[in-house]
């Protein structure tokens, strides 16, 4: 079975510091990771992926995430916070040869970015 | 453009009262697939599609029907509604092979009395 924990239901941070949104994953084999962003009354919109190589992945918005297999972890960052990122974020695993069972999300975590 | 598309956005029904919620993608996408989410539990997956004819449970099937009998539709069939279906259902499509991202539809917020 696979699994995706965000420990932080909500992550407060003023505009123009860093943010990081945390997340943990548990899967057999090398997953594929995920992060979406949901802003209100709206679907999710892919942010970024990890799929193999390089440990830092960019995405959208300037947000980035680092893989580490060894914590396994895929925690979202970025540099410089902005009020329009605050959001809705979710995690996300698959493993690549679990086709059709499509994605495992995390609970969730509510970025909340402060003028 | 490039699209998921859902309806209806909004629902307020009653226990018992059979209800089809849709799902069409202009995509071409193989894969679909059916979300409900529930403050705090993420997205969990109810029924997915790998092509047409071909559906399986996800991890929440119980109560809930799909048919893929086109390639761009999915729809979500709840024959018997109950309270506890009160939920915010998405509808996702993504194309076959590979890690390739999902593409979300906006929402039904379904309401069970």
């Known amino acids: 079975a696979q699994s995706v924990a965000q420990p932080e239901d909500q992550v407060n941070v003023a505009e123009g510091n860093p943010l990081t949104v945390k997340c943990t994953y548990s899967?057999?084999?090398?997953?594929?990771l995920f992060w979406y962003v949901q802003y209100p009354n709206r679907g999710l919109q892919f942010l970024l992926k990890?799929?193999?190589?390089?440990?830092l992945v960019k995405g959208s918005y300037g947000f980035e995430a680092e893989f580490n297999k060894s914590q396994t972890s895929f925690h979202l960052k970025k540099p410089s916070a902005l009020v329009s990122d605050s959001a809705l974020y979710f995690c996300?695993?698959?493993?690549?040869?679990?086709?059709?069972?499509?994605?495992?999300f995390g609970g969730g975590t509510r970025l909340m970015v402060k003028p | 453009e490039a699209q998921v598309t859902q309806n209806p956005r909004y629902l307020i029904t009653v226990t018992g009262k059979k209800l089809t919620v849709t799902c069409s993608q202009n995509?071409?996408?193989?894969?679909m697939s059916w979300y409900r989410q529930d403050p705090g539990l993420g997205l969990r997956q109810i029924y997915y599609?790998?092509?047409?004819?071909?559906?399986d449970k996800g991890d929440v099937p119980e109560g809930y029907k799909v048919s893929r009998k086109e390639k761009r539709n999915f729809p979500l069939i709840l024959e018997s509604p109950s309270p506890n279906q009160t939920s915010l259902y998405f509808c996702?499509?993504?194309?076959?092979?590979?890690?390739?991202?999902?593409?979300f539809g906006p929402g039904t917020r379904l309401t069970v009395t």
């Open positions: 996702a499509s993504r194309q076959a092979g590979g890690p390739h991202e999902q593409y």
């Open positions: 995509m071409n996408h193989e894969y």
């Open positions: 599609s790998m092509n047409v004819e071909v559906t």
């Open positions: 990890y799929i193999t190589g390089d440990n």
């Open positions: 996300a695993v698959r493993r690549p040869n679990n086709a059709g069972n499509m994605l495992t």
């Open positions: 899967v057999s084999g090398n997953p594929y």
